[in-house]
């Protein structure tokens, strides 16, 4: 199977755990948007969506999702996403597609977090994918500094502006051992808004995409 085949593949699994009549939270990028048009199928049976994203927002509306504002949503059973990389563990390297920080609003609110994912993306150990981190504009240098007192080697992705009108440094080189604090020391640098480390609100269900069909991880 080819990796489209495998997201198309885990996005329909997904279907299953999305409760009748509730709204859902959805993720962005690629394997999101699968899960997007398999949402769409079955959009009588949910009473609407919180988008991570304005990407997946206009898609939702395409598909004629009703998509609300998280500020009037108080019960999100559910938030669906992709991830960069995942562990065993389900700590995950998200923000390849820039929307970390409002991924990890709605994984915030949502009861139960749902990982979406071709094989390729589990790792033994995180970091081999850039660990994105979303920053202040006119904090971009110095945060870039603090990275590299850190070890990593961050690189500032051209030409992207996200959603809340931030910048992304992409960071290198780093061997993520202990994710959970890795998380909470990159947070605590003046100027980062948040970083693409979910591990203190790591997923809670893996749906991972293989050959031999869709794996299913828990803690
Ligand atoms: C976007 C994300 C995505 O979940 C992540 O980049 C995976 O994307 P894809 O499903 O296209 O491989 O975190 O910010």
Do not use: W
Request: one cysteine or more; glycine letters at 10%.
């Amino acid at each position: 199977m080819t990796q489209d085949e495998l997201k198309q593949a885990v996005a329909r699994a997904a279907i299953a755990q999305v409760p009748v009549g509730c709204i859902v939270g959805v993720g962005t990028g690629s394997t999101a948007n699968y899960f997007i048009d398999e949402l769409g199928k079955i959009k009588h049976k949910i009473d609407g969506a919180v988008a991570s994203s304005e990407a997946s927002a206009q898609r939702l509306r395409k598909h004629g999702i009703e998509v609300l504002d998280l500020n009037n949503v108080s019960d999100l059973p559910v938030y669906v996403d992709g991830a960069d990389e995942i562990t065993r563990h389900l700590a995950m390297v998200k923000g390849g597609g820039g929307a970390l920080t409002r991924e990890k609003i709605v994984a915030a609110v949502a009861r139960k977090f749902v990982c979406i994912c071709d094989a390729s993306k589990l790792v033994d150990v995180l970091g081999k994918f850039p660990l994105p981190v979303e920053v202040l504009p006119m904090a971009r240098s110095y945060v870039a500094r603090e990275l590299v007192r850190l070890g990593g080697q961050p690189a500032l992705r051209q030409g992207f502006t996200t959603d809340n009108g931030n910048v992304i440094l992409d960071v290198h080189n780093l061997q993520i051992l202990n994710p959970q604090e890795l998380e909470t020391t990159i947070n605590q640098i003046t100027g980062v808004v948040t970083n693409g480390l979910f591990a203190r609100r790591g997923a809670d269900v893996l749906l991972l995409g293989t050959d031999k069909g869709v794996e299913t991880l828990t803690h």
